[in-house]
């Protein structure tokens, strides 16, 4: 730190060398703001010297923000040409066993991903970026198979930010005005979420006897006891009809949870 007017200044906290700056790091301690690789080190190597008992070698090994970039540095084509990547340093950290020796018991690897595809309100994509938590179990098994001896490895990875995908089989279909006629008709046969972003893939026919199908566009979705507007579409089939002129529709219709 430094004396200003007689008043100590920190300017830099550092901890086993994770070092975090006190004005610019921790302003991304506040709400809604996210973690740099910075805290995340700071942090996470602090609790692990304050939370275990008994000192030594830590049974999780946290293997740091840049590790997996690391890992992969060099464009590896598999995992051993990787390791050779983060050997060295890992002997040096963990011990001449370094990944694998019998001390860890498991890795902790995050890892910052950058959420290309993410689309908002017609604006160009944007390049968010997320952490998540991988978490390899009992690595030392590797060692242990090649002398024999038969042991589970597990990987975890842990995800706050949620993706699925689910296909309807058969699809959920509707007709117009909830009659039997298929006339008009629409089915939804897919959703796809991607933390609060929702897709649903739908198509709709419509043979011209009752005018043009609906916009797409003013498309609602209920969900939790809300309702959410549609903000995009991707359409590949994108006939309205009309009078006496059948139209078709095909495609994904976007929404936005968060809104």
Known sequence: GQQLSGVAMVLELTFQRAQVHPVHDAKRLEEGKDLNDALLDFFVKLGQVLIPEGGGTPPVAFLGSHFYDVLRKGGVRDGREGHKNVANWARRRLGKEGLFGDAVGA?????????????YEGRQPTQEKHWWLALLLNPRAVGRRSQGEDEDISLLCLDSFVRAETRFEPPI????????????????YGLAREG??????????????????????KARLKAGGREFSCWDTDLRANQLGGSGRAGRLEGALSFRLDR
Request: proline share 4%; net charge positive; aromatic share 10%.
């Open 196 to 217: 609060f972003n929702v897709r649903v893939m739908f198509r709709a026919e419509g043979d011209g006897s009752s005018g043009t199908l609906a916009d797409p566009k």
């Open 107 to 119: 890795w902790a690897v995050p890892v910052n991903e950058v959420l290309w595809n993410n689309s």
């Open 173 to 188: 279909r509707a007709n117009k005005n909830g009659g039997i006629s298929n006339a008009y008709k629409a089915e939804a």
